[in-house]
Structure formats: structure tokens, C-alpha cells
């Protein structure tokens, strides 16, 4: 497989490096990207230095696959060229997610929309990979009435400049601003931006992105999102109402067999999810399973993941991995 990696400087493109080497994803040629500003640059991968080259020199690479975290205009502007030589692109950002040409996917839930024609596609935002690995299996047990989620998001889901906002505000120093506020020692109820409706993006791309991957819009979804100083995951705290009444232990069999989904529920121990403990793995961490006392058929609990891991590079290395072993993926070679 010929890899490119676009934005490979970046927050997400480090961490989809790191997930390459660690799942020994079978990369024959690694073509790592970035703006102008860092071509020719060195960049480790497995060892070996490689040279950060701009986004014409690798789409006449014609990479096999190329994994994307460089922002929705450079997406937009640049996935397509790449599919027009016949590359598949993996795209982190939200400009293809609700396109309705383009499968927006969790290999876990949806992977088997994917087919050989799709030369874009999309990997959701990671507040609702975390929360749609959790539902899914209970969803299609219950059936779900109506969700409500409260966000708890990492600074690292803005990028490199949030989190040095948080150092520097953490070491006294000032500095850029990646918020309209301080983060440390606060907590802002305004992740991308506001729409008109007076929700913020992410609070629509919880409630857009579900019904897609889940593919079902029969249930509703009503979302706030927080950003909090932490640096290792996001975490959520989730209200689930069922059509069907439901049985705790049963929930708790479901969500402990369900692969990528780990529960952590032991009060005894003070054991729940934390981004602390979530932080660098690929798992999805679900506690405090309870039963909502106020109402009927419904279930309060709580999720968190690394949102740089699964709610990102991880799931997105994941979607080139069902590509290879569906045989969904051209080989460039034999096209040119
Ligand atoms: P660079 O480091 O050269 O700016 P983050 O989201 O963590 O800020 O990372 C964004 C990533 O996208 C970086 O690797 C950045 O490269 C890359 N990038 C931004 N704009 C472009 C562009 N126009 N072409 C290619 N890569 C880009």
C-alpha cells in the first residue's frame, strides 16, 4: 500500500502515524504531507526519517490510499484531485460527513455501506464515534426514543493551538488564545462554532452524524457540548431513552461484548471511565451504567475515548484495514 498521510504534522496526522506502526498496517511507501511551510521537513515513521512533501507531489505519487487531517477546505479542495488519480481518500474533516454521496463510517457499525466506487469517505466527528459505538448495540436491542448528551471535550480535539493555550495558561505565560475565554480552570460551553439555531457545530454533528452512521432517523438526539482542560479523551455523559424496557445486566452483557467497547463499572472500586486512564488507547469506556429513576425505559451512562485514538486516527487506519481485507481498494499500480 502506497500511504499518504495529509497533514501528517498535525495533532491527528502524528497520532495516524503512530496508529500505522503500532496495528503494522502494510504500508510499502509512506507519502507524508503538509503546507508549504513544513515541505521538506523530516518526519519518523518506523524508524526511518521521511521527507514532508506538498499536496501536488503526492497526488502525482498516486498513493493507494490517502488518510487526511488537514483541515475541511484543504479536504475540499484537495480530496477530489486525489480521487481523480484513483486514490481512495479517508477524510477527518467534516466537509464530506453529511455530503449525501459520501458514506460517513464506523467499520464496526456501518463498514459494510463501503464499496470499491467510494473514493471519498468520511470519518465522523469524534464525540460521535465514542457515543455511537455505545448506542449501536443497545439501539438495535431497545430500540432507541431519544438521546440526551452533555460533552466533556479535550482541548486537544481544537488542535495544537488549544493545547498550548492550556500550558501556557497553566505556566503563567500569556500567549495565543485558541478560545474566546481562559480553558484552564474553566469550562466553556462552546465547541466549533455557533449556528443560527443557537446550538454550537458539534452539538449538530452529535445529532446529524448518529442518524447517519446508525442509519435511522427515527430517534432524536439533543446534544451540549463542553470543552474542559483536559488533554487525554473526551467524555459524555448519556441519557438513553427506549422504545423497550430493558434489563441493567443485559445492558451490561451487551456493551462488555461489543468489540472496541470496554466497560468500566466497578463502584466498589471507584473504577468508571476517566480521560486520564483513556488517554492513548483505541477502546471506548463506558461506566456508571444505571437506570434513570424518572422515567420509564431509560438508562443514564457515561463514555469516554481518546479523541485523537478512536475518535480519530484509529478509526480512521481502521476504515483503511476494512478497505484491504474487503478488497475495496484498487491498487494504483494496476490503474495507471
Ligand atoms: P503544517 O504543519 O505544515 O501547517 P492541526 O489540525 O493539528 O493544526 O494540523 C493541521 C495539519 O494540516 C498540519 O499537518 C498542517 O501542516 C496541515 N495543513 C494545513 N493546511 C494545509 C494545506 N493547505 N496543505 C497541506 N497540509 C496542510
Known amino acids: 500500500m502506497k500511504v499518504a498521510v495529509v497533514g501528517a504534522t498535525g495533532m491527528v496526522g502524528n497520532v495516524m502515524l503512530k496508529v500505522l506502526a503500532e496495528r503494522n498496517f502494510e504500508v510499502t511507501e509512506l507519502i507524508p504531507v503538509a503546507s508549504e511551510r513544513s515541505i521538506g521537513k523530516q518526519i519518523p515513521y518506523k524508524g526511518k526519517n521521511y521527507t514532508i512533501v506538498g499536496m501536488q507531489d503526492a497526488i502525482d505519487a498516486k498513493p493507494d490510499v490517502a488518510l487526511f487531517s488537514a ?13 481523480e488519480v484513483g486514490t481512495t481518500v479517508i477524510d477527518n474533516s467534516s466537509a464530506w460527513r453529511m455530503d449525501t454521496t459520501k458514506k460517513l463510517v464506523v467499520p464496526e457499525i456501518n463498514g459494510d455501506v463501503l464499496t470499491k466506487e467510494d473514493k471519498i469517505i468520511a470519518n465522523p466527528n469524534c464525540s460521535t464515534i465514542q457515543l455511537v459505538m455505545a448506542l449501536a448495540p443497545l439501539h438495535e436491542r ?40 481562559p480553558i484552564g480552570r474553566n469550562a466553556l460551553p462552546h465547541c466549533d462554532v455557533f449556528l443560527e439555531n443557537g446550538y454550537t457545530k458539534e452539538e ?7 442518524k447517519k452512521i446508525l442509519r435511522d432517523d427515527s ?52 473504577t468508571y471511565p476517566m480521560p486520564i486512564t483513556a488517554h492513548d488507547k483505541d477502546d471506548v469506556f463506558v461506566g456508571r451504567i444505571r437506570r434513570d429513576e424518572s422515567q420509564e425505559n431509560s438508562l443514564n451512562l457515561w463514555i469516554v475515548s481518546d479523541n485523537l485514538r478512536k475518535g480519530a486516527a ?8 476494512y478497505l484491504v481485507e474487503n478488497n475495496l481498494v484498487k491498487l494504483n499500480e494496476y490503474i495507471s
Request: a negative charge; proline letters at 3%; aromatic letters at 6%.
Open 142 to 181: 431497545y430500540t432507541m426514543k431519544r438521546v440526551i448528551v452533555s460533552t466533556y471535550q479535550s482541548v486537544s480535539g481544537t488542535g495544537v493551538k488549544a493545547v498550548q493555550q492550556l500550558a501556557n495558561e497553566e505556566a503563567g505565560i500569556e500567549g495565543e488564545m485558541a478560545y474566546p475565554h
Open 71 to 83: 483541515g475541511g477546505d484543504t479536504s475540499l479542495k484537495w480530496a477530489p484531485k486525489f480521487a
Open 314 to 321: 484509529t478509526n480512521t487506519v481502521q476504515i483503511a484495514e
Open 204 to 210: 449538530m454533528k452529535l445529532v446529524k452524524e448518529s
Open 219 to 270: 430517534f432524536s438526539v439533543t446534544a451540549t457540548a463542553v470543552r474542559i482542560p483536559t488533554a487525554g479523551g473526551h467524555s459524555e455523559s448519556v441519557n438513553v431513552e427506549f422504545e423497550n424496557d430493558f434489563n441493567i445486566n443485559e445492558i451490561r452483557k451487551i456493551l462488555s461484548e461489543t468489540p472496541g467497547v470496554v466497560v468500566q463499572d466497578n463502584l466498589d472500586t471507584n
